[in-house]
């Protein structure tokens, strides 16, 4: 049973180890499988705004130990996890996102598979209404084999 690392944690450690080494600073490639162990097979992208019942749906079967996740949910999380069993998890702080928001929100989970875990991140800098905003995003998420298939279960 795992919960939920706030903050940075080893997986969020890695992934900026990935950003700051970026050669030419506007893209990084991050390989989850070669940066995270364990016997994972599969990685979710939960994205804000979504349930716990839209991720365990997504996931095949009951996150024990998970965060609430609602409406009011503003934070991102990577889920790696087996076919029966979440094995690590962290939030995602702000200014990295591998989330995308397209017209159906009910689009807030990813299921990426191991073998096909390796992402390319963007650099933008952009000056928005709130002060300069720096942030690092997940390149054509299109190109992320994404397998919404991979699990169907009845709730009772």
Excluded at 120 to 143: F, N, R
């Amino acid at each position: 049973m795992v919960g939920c690392t706030v903050g940075n944690g080893p997986i969020i450690s890695a992934v900026e180890q990935a950003v700051s080494e970026s050669s030419d600073g506007q893209t990084a490639h991050v390989d989850f499988d070669l940066i995270i162990d364990g016997s994972w097979n599969q990685l979710a992208i939960v994205c804000s705004f979504t349930s716990n019942d839209e991720v365990e749906k997504a996931l095949g079967f009951r996150w024990e130990g998970a965060p609430v996740l609602d409406a009011n949910t503003s934070t991102d999380y990577l889920v790696f996890a087996s076919d029966s069993e979440v094995l690590k998890a962290e939030s995602v702080p702000r200014g990295l996102s591998f989330c995308t928001y397209g017209d159906d929100p009910s689009d807030g989970v990813r299921i990426v598979l191991r073998e096909q875990s390796a992402m390319t991140l963007y650099h933008d800098t952009d000056e928005g209404a709130i002060g300069d905003v720096t942030e690092w995003w997940m390149v054509d998420p299109d190109s992320v084999q994404v397998n919404r298939e991979v699990h169907e279960f009845a709730t009772e």
